[in-house]
């Protein structure tokens, strides 16, 4: 069962998170993932499948006279359902040309449909997020909810660089997390190797030197969380779907 709530994440899912590094003896969360270092997972590690920026928003879908607060708003590159192994339900996701033109398009999780558009056809739509207008080009399929409660089809999905330009009003490229899935189960800690090496190389980071990045393996996670029975709440944020990022800043 936990295997199984895990797996909703994906397949064979790798989650890097920005690490932490000490200033005057103050533990700081570091922002230093880019979406540059997502592409170079992608292009140059032999063991992953794919690899996807996430960034993180917030705010309300207005769709007519509807209105809706979705629990995850995230931006993303062409690759994100590739990582997760989520199908679409209807119509499509939006393309690497979306991405590089910060195109106003989004895909929908069902919970958006029912809430928003009910009966209506949502493809081809347009809903407004921050005031900005957003077309719908697809609706995922359904997956329900982790095994915390969390509904994972309350979810909107645009292109990295819309949410980072059109909604954050934001010049850098740091992402608040990255996801990547290993070609399979087989290369998991190879797959977690070669992104650390990676990392490693593209921040400059010496042999022996500390991480400003941490790579989590979602298997060994769910082995660990398999034992636990006693307070959840740091591992039940490694489980709660890509709710892990939240309002553009990673819980992690």
Known sequence: LVQGQFESLGSNVIIV???????????????????????????????????SPILGVSGQVIYGSSNFSPQEMHGVSGDYLTVRNWPLRRGEFFSERDVTSANK????????VAKLFQTTDPIGETIRIKNIPFRVIGVLEKKGANMVGQDQDNIVLMPITTVRKRLRGSEFDNVNAIMASARSTKLMSEAQNEIDQILAE??????GQPRDYVVQNTTEIAAVFSMITGTLTMMLA???????VVGGVGIM
């Open 202 to 207: 593209r921040h400059s980071i010496e042999p």
């Open 17 to 51: 998170f920005p690490g932490n590094r000490r200033r005057d003896g103050v533990s700081q969360q570091s922002v230093t993932l880019t979406a540059r270092d997502s592409d170079a997972i992608g292009i140059d590690c032999p063991s992953v499948l794919a690899s």
């Open 238 to 244: 490694c489980i709660a779907g890509i709710s892990l």
């Open 105 to 112: 398009v989004c895909v929908i999780g069902y919970t958006l």
